[in-house]
């Protein structure tokens, strides 16, 4: 079994002395400084004096990184110990909780998981979620680093008592799953590693564990939960898997494939706003929505929904109409007062040339343009700066194709 990758010199001894209380000590320090401003250069100098030299770095990094994880660690932040790569792999704490919540929960016929394989823990975020929804967690890297900071973790959040770090490879662990379990559990998370030299990792069969171990995942354990890249080809997603996408603020935040056990719809569209969790579902491929002419009303939907190929159910609820076959705007005679869309009131549509729009804008008194486009070449800050002008009126352009034609919507800043 592969058992580990190679970890910078002292990694794991800076690791180590940070978790003792004279590491716990320098790197609280260090977080004073960075709170008072100091930069790196004076700060590092006062460490050093105050720590030594060689304990001084370490402690400086890790509270910069728990300074930059407090927005979406909270609390958790002061306490975790963290790496630059683990922090920009780790997702967001409130989204795996609410996997892992979803993952335990007792299924409709009354099945339930209590213990999970974390197969990629890296600093074990996801494993801390688990443990604190309640499951008993089998914590798996081949990155001895990454398991010293899981164990770390679950410590420091007390909860080393539900946590069990191992060195394992996830490809020869799921090959090996028998029964519905792997490695002994009833329930898997696989998070594979999707970057590599600091670049994302587009093909899925270059991440790690690969594609081929995602999908024998998916086929031996039910109550299994993959975290894949957004941009997931839907051919990728097998027959009875749910695949979800989740946005937040307008940006995809995650895209999930759940394990048959688990899944209750063909695809899951999800809209985090706070605490609350918007969700829009089809239990089989609703097909595309019906295209008409442009009305009123312009409606941009979620990326969640575009992605996850929902747009006819949001256009059904909308009582709205493709204006292209091809792209993903709808348009209806009503403003939508719904979160699945952005709606736009539209004053103007005119076939797209710069000469005619500018000079309607002129007309208009609009002097300051948001651009937005789907379907269409143009970049959109060029078009805006080509459009800027004296007027004191504001309006969203809307650059797209309609019944295939380029078009130009002119519609209202509200
Ligand atoms: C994207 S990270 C997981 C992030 C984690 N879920 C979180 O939220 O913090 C992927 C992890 O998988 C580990 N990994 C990659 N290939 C692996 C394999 N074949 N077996 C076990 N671990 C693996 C990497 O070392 C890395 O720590």
Redesign the pocket.
């Known amino acids: 079994m592969?058992q580990s990758?190679p970890v910078p010199d002292d990694a794991l001894a800076q690791l180590r002395w940070l978790r003792t209380p004279e590491g716990a000590a320098a790197a609280a320090r260090a977080a004073v400084l960075l709170a008072e401003g100091s930069d790196l250069l004076t700060g590092l100098a006062r460490l050093r004096a105050e720590v030594g030299p060689e304990h001084a770095g370490p402690a400086w990094e890790l509270a910069r990184l728990r300074a930059r994880a407090r927005p979406a660690f909270g609390a958790d932040a002061d306490v975790l110990f963290l790496t630059a790569d683990?922090l920009e792999?780790?997702?967001r704490p409130a989204l795996?909780a609410r996997r892992a919540r979803r993952l335990l929960a007792d299924t409709a016929d009354g099945w339930g998981v209590d213990s999970v394989a974390?197969?990629?823990?890296?600093?074990?975020?996801?494993t801390v979620a688990l443990a604190r929804a309640g499951a008993r967690v089998l914590a798996?890297?081949?990155?001895p680093l990454?398991r010293e900071l899981t164990a770390a973790n679950a410590e420091v959040l007390g909860l080393s008592d539900q946590v069990w770090v191992v060195a394992?490879?996830?490809?020869e662990l799921v090959d090996a799953a028998r029964g519905g379990e792997v490695a002994g559990c009833a329930g898997a998370?696989l998070?594979?590693?999707?970057r590599a030299g600091g670049r994302r990792l587009l093909d899925p069969d270059r991440w790690?564990?690969p594609w081929s171990?995602v999908a024998a995942l998916l086929d031996r354990a039910p109550h299994a939960v993959v975290?894949v890249a957004p941009g997931l080809d839907h051919d990728r997603v097998p027959t009875g898997v749910e695949a979800e996408w989740v946005s937040a603020g307008g940006s995809i935040v995650e895209a999930l494939l759940w394990g048959r056990g688990r899944s209750t719809a063909w695809r899951r569209a999800s809209l985090v706003r706070g605490d609350e969790v918007l969700e829009l579902t089809a239990d089989a491929d609703p097909g595309p929505a019906p295209a008409g002419p442009v009305r009123g009303w312009l409606h941009e939907p979620d990326p969640a929904v575009i992605r996850s190929g929902l747009v006819s159910v949001a256009a059904a609820e909308l009582d709205a109409t493709l204006v292209d076959p091809t792209i993903a705007y709808l348009t209806s005679d009503a403003p939508a007062g719904s979160a699945w869309v952005s709606s736009y009131r539209v004053d103007e549509v005119l076939p797209f040339n710069l000469k005619k729009l500018k000079a309607l804008l002129r007309t208009r008194g609009v002097g300051r343009v948001v651009v937005k486009k789907r379907g269409s070449p143009i970049e959109p800050e060029a078009l805006v700066r080509q459009l800027r002008g004296p007027g004191a009126g504001s309006a969203v352009v809307v650059v797209t194709r309609v019944a295939g034609a380029p078009t130009a919507l002119v519609c209202d800043l509200t």
């Open positions: 592969r990758v683990t792999q780790a997702g795996a974390d197969l990629g823990c890296a600093s074990g975020t996801d798996v890297d081949l990155d990454a394992g490879d996830a490809v998370v998070d594979p590693a999707r790690s564990p171990t975290k």
